[in-house]
């Protein structure tokens, strides 16, 4: 494959740049890694806040796990929301922020990509055994489920990867686009079931019928890919059960043809990208 070809004689450099990436995100702050938790852990608590006791959204108890905790079942979805997001803007401006490096140094540029995930992934790795220890102590059986979410993690790692591969390179050519990709990550949350449960749009989409066809408002809504991967996390650590085979392998498809499809975009504009920045 071209990527390990890319990589197999580059993989102290990527170690190295990830140790960067992983020190310099709280250099010399007085919590250090700690703020990894801090952040998500204040939104759970600003979204539960406002769609649990203001708006009382009511998600079904955990099926078969009976847990009936609001701020848990939007951890398992939330969590995995901001590794996305975060990888994305991070790899979306790193070729840019390593302009200088690009101009005086060949080396595979895709290792700064790599970096910035297996960046963001030790923060999620770190954000998640703290959620599966929550899970125990109000008595899910999380722990069973933890090496199959291991897994999707490391297939929504290759999505997110894909798309920030695509971004980087629209980025150099067009800098609004962290601008538009702002603006669409806003859309993009409240278009995911985090906050809120599925059947809340299976309901409004039975109200108004087929749009055009056979197809459905749900029907659309499902194509979300990251709606997947929210419903098959919330399956394994907070219902403790198998996710649908069609959403496994649909979250695996969206995972290979993202990171494929961004790897190929990627390479194709390898060659000009020092003189485009």
Same mark, same amino acid.
């Given at each position: 494959?071209? $990527?390990?070809?890319?990589l197999?004689?580059?993989?102290?450099?990527?170690?190295?740049?990830?140790?960067?990436? $992983?020190?310099?995100?709280?250099? *010399?702050?007085?919590?250090?890694?700690?703020?990894?938790?801090?952040?998500?852990?204040?939104?759970?608590?600003?979204?539960?806040?406002?769609?649990?006791? $203001?708006? *009382?959204?009511?998600?079904?108890?955990?099926?078969?796990s009976?847990?009936?905790i609001?701020?848990?079942?939007?951890l398992?979805?939330?969590?995995?929301?901001?590794?996305?997001?975060?990888v994305?803007?991070?790899?979306?401006?790193?070729?840019?922020g390593?302009?200088?490096?690009?101009?005086?140094?060949y080396?595979?540029?895709?290792?700064?990509?790599?970096?910035?995930?297996?960046?963001w992934?030790?923060?999620?790795?770190?954000?998640?055994?703290?959620l599966?220890l929550?899970?125990?102590?109000?008595g899910?059986?999380?722990?069973?489920?933890l090496?199959?979410?291991?897994v999707?993690?490391?297939?929504?790692?290759?999505?997110a990867?894909?798309?920030?591969?695509m971004?980087?390179?629209a980025?150099?050519h067009f800098?609004?686009?962290?601008?538009?990709?702002?603006?669409?990550?806003?859309v993009?949350?409240y278009l995911?079931?985090?906050?809120?449960?599925?059947?809340l749009?299976?309901?409004?989409s039975?109200?108004l019928?087929?749009?055009?066809?056979s197809v459905?408002?749900?029907?659309?809504?499902?194509?979300?890919?990251?709606?997947?991967f929210?419903?098959?996390?919330?399956?394994?650590?907070?219902?403790?059960?198998?996710?649908?085979?069609?959403?496994?392998?649909?979250?695996?498809?969206?995972?290979?043809?993202?990171?494929?499809?961004?790897?190929?975009?990627?390479?194709?504009s390898?060659?000009?990208?020092?003189?485009?920045?």
């Amino acid at each position: 494959m071209g $990527i390990v070809k890319d990589l197999q004689g580059s993989s102290e450099l990527v170690l190295n740049l990830t140790r960067r990436e $992983i020190k310099g995100k709280y250099k *010399r702050t007085a919590l250090g890694q700690l703020w990894s938790l801090a952040n998500p852990l204040a939104a759970m608590a600003i979204y539960t806040v406002v769609f649990a006791f $203001i708006i *009382r959204v009511q998600p079904d108890p955990g099926d078969p796990s009976g847990l009936n905790i609001f701020a848990l079942w939007l951890l398992c979805a939330l969590l995995p929301w901001t590794f996305f997001t975060n990888v994305v803007n991070g790899g979306m401006g790193t070729l840019v922020g390593n302009e200088n490096l690009i101009k005086k140094v060949y080396f595979p540029r895709i290792a700064l990509l790599v970096a910035n995930s297996f960046s963001w992934m030790f923060s999620w790795s770190i954000e998640m055994v703290v959620l599966v220890l929550a899970l125990l102590i109000v008595g899910s059986n999380a722990l069973v489920w933890l090496p199959l979410a291991v897994v999707f993690m490391a297939l929504m790692s290759l999505f997110a990867t894909g798309v920030s591969l695509m971004l980087s390179v629209a980025n150099v050519h067009f800098r609004d686009t962290q601008h538009f990709v702002g603006i669409l990550f806003q859309v993009w949350f409240y278009l995911t079931p985090i906050v809120y449960p599925v059947s809340l749009v299976a309901d409004q989409s039975e109200r108004l019928g087929p749009l055009f066809g056979s197809v459905t408002l749900l029907d659309l809504y499902l194509l979300n890919p990251i709606g997947q991967f929210a419903e098959v996390f919330r399956n394994l650590l907070y219902d403790n059960r198998w996710p649908d085979l069609s959403t496994a392998l649909a979250c695996a498809a969206w995972s290979l043809g993202a990171f494929f499809l961004g790897y190929a975009l990627f390479k194709r504009s390898e060659k000009g990208l020092a003189e485009a920045l």
